[in-house]
């Protein structure tokens, strides 16, 4: 055991060493180090430890093999533990142990390729490695159909079901079918970095569970951004409190920087001091309602474990024996403090716009704070005349009710706006500027490079001596698509009407980042499906006036059932993953999925010159073009956002078309041109990939 060191990291894992260590090891030894470590463990899991920990000692012990073992190794972003990983033939062995079952379920095969997933796409030390994920029900008979043995293309193994008896001649045949006999460098593999980049959902589910979002957001490329990002804040926050100031931040970057992640994170850490709290606003209704349900269904699944153990002790103790059960975690009042940290715009504004005492919270998290309503839009919306102004004037007015201090945090994307009636950042600065003169505001000077407020008053600004540049506001590295950083520029250059710099951009991410394009809808649904591994989101995207779709049996709806559509289980027929329900921009912005489907209709097509975009919406019976300028950007902007939603790769499906006489709104003339153009991009065609 002496090299076999936990290094600086020893919370890690509960148990490791070398396996013929492990062998010759006292098997209650080994359990004792495993309780010792764990929290809260039962009988009946230090009994599963015990049989779990001789038959492989025996079987083990039995083939001779070399390497290493770890038992409970941490994987971060999940929140669990990796029952054992064997480091055998320059390999990764993830073993998920079910003890005593006698069926593979869907549920526990998720699970196991999850695991294998992230240590494959997140432990640094892993990525050139064969990784292998295995579940083993102990108790059941050999898995009766055939089982590939085959591996994806980034060398994670297709999991393998086994039982005790079939687990070890399976690890052999797998490792000598992708092993060789480099050796792993043990120290170095335990105590790799771990660079997770959770999606939102993740994020919000593991920062309300723990507390500690900061422990699972990060990334290699984009961590130092946000580390230096959130520092400021906090430095600003500070300053707020002990000087009595009011303050608004406004925080920039790229789509997918992780702008949200750092809004939840401030807000997260409120919910440890009463006196600060804060509140998480959006106007994206959609995003609202799916991080709310996450929350919910991750304390109800909590619950239902709970009580899956305690019904487990209860039969282990005997009927005569009392085993106390345990208290549920999710409640009305557990539904209701969810709310209260994660609340739609529109609602908060209403609640508080009528009275004039301070709000509970002092600091407020604003998403996509470029989106806000123009006076007009609000008074639209509100018959209260108390919010007959712009929807920034009505926020500052809000939070500077507050005596003392508050802080207002304006997360800003670019590019990204997408209905009429949004009045940009110049708003929130002319407030603060103008109208509201205790307030200091800090900003990015790359602020100024938001191309779709082009009525900012850059002047007005550096004038006002109350308002600071920050560099460190300003978030400049993709987080979202881990497999390729440079992802959302390829999607600008794409947009912007530049192949030659886009083709450049595609041959440096295609290999991370699989982007291809077909006219045959079919192909890139059975393409999408069988790149779906564990508890991966896939789904079909297509852009709210993509209304020429229908005929290839495409319908984009208004309304949808969002929640679950990203949250419902693969086999659920309203699940993202049945590739069903479409979804269009407005039900996914600020959201992601792993694997899209992006189907590209004549709403945004090629001009008679082919050298740029013509803009075109459907009413009635033809396409009519769209002449204002914010009408055009509100359509690149929808295929922006629909071009950046997936994480790991996504197919573009671009239709045939049929002849003009035949129905002239689906020319295949439109489709063509644009089917030419993204290929000019760079993209590989499906068809030929596949062949």
Excluded at 126 to 151: E, F, H, M
Excluded at 195 to 215: D, G, K, Q
Excluded at 352 to 374: G, K, M, Y
Excluded at 442 to 467: A, G, H, T
Aim: with cysteine; charged share 30%.
């Amino acid at each position: 055991m002496d090299r076999y060191t936990f290094s600086t990291q020893a919370e890690k894992a509960y148990y490791c060493n070398s396996i013929s260590g492990f062998i010759t090891d006292c098997s209650t030894d080994i359990v004792g180090r495993l309780v010792k470590q764990a929290f809260d463990i039962n009988k009946e899991q230090a009994n599963a430890w015990e049989n779990q920990i001789t038959e492989l000692q025996q079987r083990l012990k039995e083939c001779d093999i070399e390497g290493d073992i770890i038992f409970e190794y941490d994987i971060v972003r999940l929140g669990k533990r990796i029952d054992v990983i064997l480091l055998i033939r320059h390999m990764v062995f993830s073993l998920e142990f079910k003890n005593g079952k006698d069926i593979f379920t869907a549920q526990d095969a998720q699970q196991a390729e999850d695991y294998a997933i992230d240590i494959k796409n997140f432990h640094k030390e892993s990525a050139d490695l064969y990784v292998c994920p295995i579940l083993i029900a102990t108790n059941a008979v050999r898995y009766p159909k055939p089982q590939s043995c085959g591996c994806y293309p980034d060398k994670q193994v297709h999991l393998q079901r086994e039982n005790i008896e079939t687990l070890i001649p399976k690890i052999k045949e797998i490792a000598s079918l992708y092993g060789d006999d480099r050796k792993i460098d043990f120290d170095k593999w335990f105590n790799s970095p771990y660079y997770p980049t959770p999606t939102i959902i993740e994020a919000a589910v593991e920062a309300y569970s723990s507390h500690n979002l900061s422990r699972i957001a990060q990334s290699e490329a984009g961590q130092e951004n946000i580390n230096r990002c959130e520092s400021k804040i906090y430095e600003i926050i500070e300053y707020a409190k002990s000087q009595k100031k009011k303050c608004v931040c406004f925080v920039t970057g790229v789509p997918g920087a992780g702008k949200t992640l750092v809004g939840l994170d401030v807000v997260v850490n409120s919910l440890n001091n009463a006196n600060d709290l804060s509140v998480y606003l959006s106007g994206n209704g959609p995003l609202i309602e799916v991080l709310r349900e996450a929350l919910k269904k991750s304390v109800e699944s909590k619950d239902r474990d709970r009580e899956a153990i305690w019904k487990r002790a209860k039969r282990s103790a005997g009927r005569s024996a009392v085993v106390p059960k345990p208290e549920k975690l999710f409640s009305k009042q557990t539904q209701t403090a969810i709310n209260a940290l994660i609340q739609s715009s529109y609602a908060f504004k209403k609640d508080n716009a009528s009275h004039r005492e301070p709000t509970p919270e002092r600091i407020l998290v604003f998403d996509e704070a470029q989106r806000v309503w123009n006076q007009e839009k609000m008074m639209q919306k509100h018959s209260d005349p108390m919010m007959a102004v712009s929807e920034p004037k009505l926020l500052y007015s809000i939070m500077d009710r507050h005596q003392d201090w508050s802080v207002m945090i304006c997360l800003v994307g670019l590019g990204q706006d997408i209905y009429d009636g949004e009045v940009g950042i110049n708003e929130w600065f002319r407030c603060g500027i103008e109208e509201f003169r205790e307030w200091e505001l800090f900003y990015s000077p790359l602020i100024f490079s938001q191309v779709e407020d082009k009525n900012i008053n850059q002047e007005m600004i550096l004038s006002c001596d109350r308002c600071h540049q920050i560099d460190e506001l300003h978030l400049k590295t993709s987080i979202r698509s881990f497999r390729a950083d440079k992802q959302c520029q390829f999607v600008d250059f794409l947009l912007d009407n530049n192949p030659k710099e886009a083709k450049e951009i595609y041959q440096q991410i295609k290999a991370k980042y699989p982007l291809y394009i077909t006219r045959d809808y079919a192909l890139a649904k059975k393409w999408v499906r069988a790149q779906v591994r564990g508890s991966q989101r896939s789904g079909i995207l297509a852009c709210s006036s993509a209304q020429r779709l229908k005929p290839e049996g495409i319908y984009v709806q208004t309304e949808m059932d969002v929640k679950n559509w990203f949250l419902a289980p693969s086999n659920d027929l309203r699940s993202s993953n049945m590739l069903e329900v479409v979804a269009s921009e407005f039900k996914v912005q600020g959201l992601e999925i792993d694997w899209a489907v992006v189907c590209w209709d004549a709403d945004l097509r090629r001009g008679n010159n082919g050298a740029e975009w013509d803009h075109y919406s459907f009413r009635g019976t033809r396409w009519n073009k769209r002449n204002k300028p914010e009408q055009k950007r509100y359509l690149l902007n929808s295929y922006r956002v629909l071009l950046t939603r997936a994480r790991q790769g996504m197919v573009l499906f671009v239709p045939k078309g049929v002849a003009p006489d035949e129905d002239p709104t689906r020319d295949f003339s439109f489709y063509d041109g644009i089917y030419d153009y993204l290929i000019s991009c760079g993209i590989q065609e499906l068809n030929r990939v596949i062949d």
